[in-house]
């Protein structure tokens, strides 16, 4: 009989799950289930940069999820289901009690926020990262952050800790530990009742937490107390030691095998970042930059270890050993804000559109809500066709990716973004093309802190929403980057590689290279640099680069 597996994706607005045929890679049935108090946008304060996520719309979409590609399946797939593996966003911790349960799943903390899960793009902590920065550079021991890429950020684990313990009292005097999403999730399934009993993610761990074996772990007690004394205690309830996914957290609990409608054997895999096995389920190769694109990115590139050696790549977000496949660094980048340059800029020209509609009186309810619904929906397919007939030297207009500040190179959360060389022949495709231009511009940059910090580039392959639906933005791509670009072609990359991960976790597979050779779903289109666009892209490239340290110099707080 075929062996199967379930990879589970977490992402920032849904859930999804496939399940995979282990020879063929078939993907048999999957399934999305969108977050409805995320959706409600319920704990949230986005002027703020506030973004909590309640573990209740984690549990409900695990449960729809595999309840219905089992369903799907059919029960001869359900019963020779052999693991099952998850990836998350993150970094994105929580306060759990003793038990590793979540604060917010308690009574007295279920409508507190600090008590949820912080997602990854809450910036509430940019001055506790400023303090670490600080501290790291300057107190005169370990410099903690030096297999960060020498920056830490506001949307990792240590500095989201520290300002929620700061902010709320009685989540600090409660919390007996902190969890990352891509920990809970196995735990949770695999039926652990002791905190200091979860297998903890080498990816989450090594890239966001400071975690590294040449200090014994998480940084020294002195560190961390150093930078601010209510830390104290803290390291000891974490965590040692870390585990990668080829590893097993557990055996799923007999209570969850009945409510999944699962075998009571299905290994549970240790969890990792979703960009970090969506570079898996790309079929990632040393050298290769693979680029999760959605609402931000997440660049993801594997190097041998004899090969990086003692060399530290400065400004990206970290270099793991194992943190993507076993035997081999991981390096990561990316931008903080990709696909929601786009959605901002779409939701700024629908403001007047939703206001105005509100006070029409010659349409009913009903036909406000589908014409509101197909301009929507419209939008930026056709802003994209008017904006491909532009030449990228015809406007003028040039724009900064910086609207949700800057992950890497040289992670920065203070910084904005910006449009200048507007006249008045501007107009919204002008715009847009220039928008789409910065975030090409935002990946070169990352690129050439690559190249320049002595790490090659082979090749680039794109996954995600974006690379799967805009020609527009993949192809102004490619002629920023002067390289092809190879879209994967698997819908669901990043739950395609935990589902990898799961069949090497599970005993299916012997290693990655059978995964992906057996359960690889191949590449299904190409970008190609046109050189024209190229050679003047990179005329205006330098001008980005000089709008950016202007708007870093002058216009930063």
């Known amino acids: 009989m075929a062996k199967y597996t379930i990879g589970i994706d977490y992402g920032s607005d849904s859930v999804r799950s496939v399940l995979v045929n282990t020879e063929t890679g078939d993907e048999i049935a999957d399934s999305v289930f969108y977050y409805p108090r995320w959706k409600e946008g319920k704990y949230c304060l986005p002027a703020e940069n506030q973004f909590r996520q309640h573990p209740l719309d984690y549990i409900e ?31 994105t911790p929580v306060a759990v009690n003793q038990e590793g349960v979540p604060l917010s799943l308690t009574p007295e903390f279920q409508d507190n926020p600090n008590a949820m899960f912080v997602l990854w793009k809450d910036h509430t902590a940019v001055k506790e990262a400023d303090e670490i920065n600080d501290l790291a550079r300057n107190w005169g021991g370990t410099d903690f952050t030096r297999f960060e890429g020498g920056v830490y950020s506001s949307e990792w684990f240590w ?70 004394p209510i830390l104290k205690g803290v390291r000891e309830r974490l965590f040692r030691d870390t585990y990668s996914v080829e590893e097993k957290a557990g055996i799923i609990t007999k209570e969850w095998a009945d409510k999944l409608g699962l075998p009571d054997n ?133 724009a900064l990716d910086w609207l949700n500040g800057r992950r890497t190179p040289d992670a920065n959360q203070n910084l904005k973004g910006a449009i200048t060389g507007l006249s008045l022949g501007s107009n919204a495709p002008r715009i847009f093309r220039a928008l789409v231009e910065a975030t090409a511009f935002g990946s070169k940059a990352i690129v050439e802190r690559f190249i320049s910090e002595g790490v090659r580039i082979d090749g680039v392959i794109a996954l995600g929403g974006v690379a799967k639906k805009s020609d527009l933005v993949m192809q102004i791509l490619s002629d920023v980057l002067n390289k092809p670009i190879l879209v994967a072609a698997s819908e669901q990359a990043c739950a395609l590689g935990s589902a990898m991960a799961a069949a090497v976790a599970g005993g299916v597979h012997p290693d990655f290279e059978t995964a992906k050779s057996k359960m690889g779903g191949g590449m299904e289109k190409e970008y190609k640099p046109n050189p024209e666009s190229a050679s003047k892209y990179e005329k205006i490239y330098q001008k980005y680069l000089k709008l950016g340290q202007f708007i870093e110099k002058e216009l930063t707080k």
């Open 61 to 91: 979409g695990l449960e729809h999820t595999i309840k219905e590609v089992v369903a799907k399946a059919g029960s001869d797939a359900a019963k020779n289901v052999a693991a099952i593996s998850i990836d998350t966003t993150g970094s």
């Open 159 to 228: 500095a989201k800790i520290l300002h929620v313990i700061r902010e709320d009292e009685k989540v600090r005097n409660t919390a007996h530990s902190w969890v990352e999403h891509c920990d809970w999730i196995p735990a949770l399934l695999t039926g652990v009742k002791n905190v200091s009993d979860v297998k903890r993610s080498r990816c989450a761990a090594g890239h966001k937490a400071m975690w590294h074996e040449s200090w014994d772990g998480l940084p020294s007690e002195e560190f961390l107390v150093k930078l601010d």
């Open 266 to 398: 299905v290994v549970i895999g240790v969890g990792a970042f979703d960009a970090h096995l969506g570079a898996v389920g790309a079929e990632i190769k040393p050298y290769y930059l693979c680029k999760v694109m959605g609402t931000s990115t997440c660049d993801i590139l594997t190097a041998p270890k004899e090969d990086v050696g003692d060399n530290l790549v400065q400004g990206i977000c970290g270099q793991v050993d194992g943190s993507v496949l076993p035997g081999y660094i991981g390096l990561e980048a990316g931008q903080s804000a990709f696909g929601d340059v786009y959605a901002w800029f779409k939701r700024l020209l629908m403001w007047p559109v939703e206001n105005l509609l509100k006070e029409n009186k010659t349409l009913d309810k009903e036909a406000k809500h589908q014409l509101l619904q197909e301009m929507s929906d419209q939008l930026i397919p056709v802003l994209s066709k008017e904006a491909d007939k532009i030449d990228p030297e015809e406007s003028g207009v040039l």
